[in-house]
């Protein structure tokens, strides 16, 4: 996955390889999250530790589409609070096409390019899911200051085999040396040996072992991967014999018994063609009378409604006779009408009282009135005995 976050328009550049590629990127961000205890995120939601491939595309979902983005988001949001950027946490109603705007508005925060539509994370998986959280996991790495270098593997060379060697060279020159001295002496010398053979023998087995050429095996060989290559192709195709004959038997199998379900259901179809023929019928009719039980219901309902508020307004009828005959048949306003009529009676007395004391006392003022002006005429003196005062 190259790294300027270049995704679109490279794809006839890539080599086949680049098809496997997310996985690795997959592996390495599972170990980046690792890393970073991501262990404290998956306690938190109650979540499974995430596989080697969780994030590659389809052999490896999960059975549930919804869940596999949340658990993308939920990652991404945790990265970006761990790289220092402050990111609330998604919930799974929130809007898919928010969320992902959000994320990628941060990873270009960050100084990624990003050139490839949005839609592409809304899966939860594949490649730009990958390199999205691997971008995160970087960013978050150099946050906490945790550097993250691929193994260094030291070449495989051992003194013993340095010394065995050198052994060998000097066994080699040392045999050369001796050839060159046999081929100095005359031919009759040679005929007659003048070795010990117990010596020549323990002198053999000194040196046999040393003679001995070791190869060691490369593992980055072409060869040996084709050789492996080969061997599994070979143990593919003769497992795949075996497998093929147990596929064809239960093929063949699955074909007899689902001819013998089709025979049989065509049998019980036909043994029950008057009895489906009476079923349908009688569904017909069970729809009629449900029909006409619902009109029915329906003007039940009406009449019932009438009939509350017939019995409501009677109700008020009744109640307010009962408060009429009640006013009626009270005694208490006959007494109160006669209780006034008495009172009356005695204030008319007593107002007669006073209207013949007040004609008295006027019939007195009156008649002194007359005196005085009688007096007067006839200047009666007021000393005059025998005069009416």
């Known amino acids: 996955m190259a790294e300027d976050g270049r995704r679109g328009g490279e794809e006839e550049d890539r080599g086949p390889g680049s098809v496997h590629e997310m996985f690795v990127v997959m592996e ?23 596989t080697r491939h969780y994030f590659v595309s389809s052999p490896y979902l999960v059975a549930n589409p919804g869940q596999q983005f949340f658990m993308f988001s939920v990652v991404a949001a945790w990265l970006l609070n761990v790289a220092g950027r402050s990111f609330t946490e998604p919930q799974e109603s929130d809007e898919p096409n928010a969320t992902i705007s959000n994320i990628l ?3 270009r925060s960050f100084g990624v390019r990003v050139d490839f539509p949005p839609s592409k994370l809304k899966s939860g998986s594949g490649e ?19 550097p ?10 051992t003194e013993e085999e340095e010394l065995q060697g050198d052994e060998a060279e000097l066994t080699l020159s040392r045999v050369e040396e001796d050839l060159e001295q046999e081929s100095r002496l005359k031919p009759e010398e ?9 010596e020549w023998s323990l002198e053999v087995e000194r040196v046999l072992p040393q003679l001995k050429v070791t190869i060691r095996t490369d593992n980055k060989d072409w060869r040996i991967h084709v050789d492996q290559m080969h061997q599994h192709r070979d143990g ?16 063949e199998d699955i074909s007899k018994t689902l001819e013998k379900v089709s025979s049989r259901e065509k049998y019980i179809n036909n043994q029950l063609e008057g009895l489906i023929q009476q079923y349908r019928s009688a569904q017909a009719q069970l729809r009629e009378v449900k029909e006409r039980y619902q009109q029915a219901s329906g003007g039940v309902t009406e009449r019932t409604r009438v009939l509350a508020e017939i019995s409501e307004e009677l109700e008020k009828v009744k109640q307010e006779m009962e408060e009429r005959g009640s006013s009626m048949s009270d005694g208490a306003p006959v007494v109160r009408i006669k ?35 009688t007096r007067d005429m006839h200047h009666v003196p007021d000393s005059v005995p025998g005069h009416f005062s």
């Open 339 to 373: 209780q006034s009529v008495t009172r009356l009676r005695q204030e008319t007395q007593q107002m007669e009282v006073r209207m013949g004391v007040v004609e008295h006392s006027l019939l007195q003022a009156k008649l002194k009135e007359k005196s005085n002006m």
């Open 190 to 198: 040679i005929l007659e040996s003048t070795v010990d053979a117990a």
């Open 236 to 251: 593919i195709n003769s497992s795949l014999q075996d497998a093929k004959g147990h596929l064809d038997k239960l093929q």
């Open 128 to 146: 730009y899911v990958c390199y999205v959280l691997d971008r995160l996991a970087e960013e978050a790495l150099k946050k906490r200051g945790v």
């Open 148 to 157: 993250f270098k691929r193994p260094s593997y030291p070449t495989e060379s």
């Open 105 to 107: 508005a941060e990873l």
């Open 28 to 50: 390495n961000l599972l170990e980046k999250l690792k890393m970073l205890r991501y262990e404290e995120l998956l306690e938190r939601h109650n979540m499974k530790p995430l």
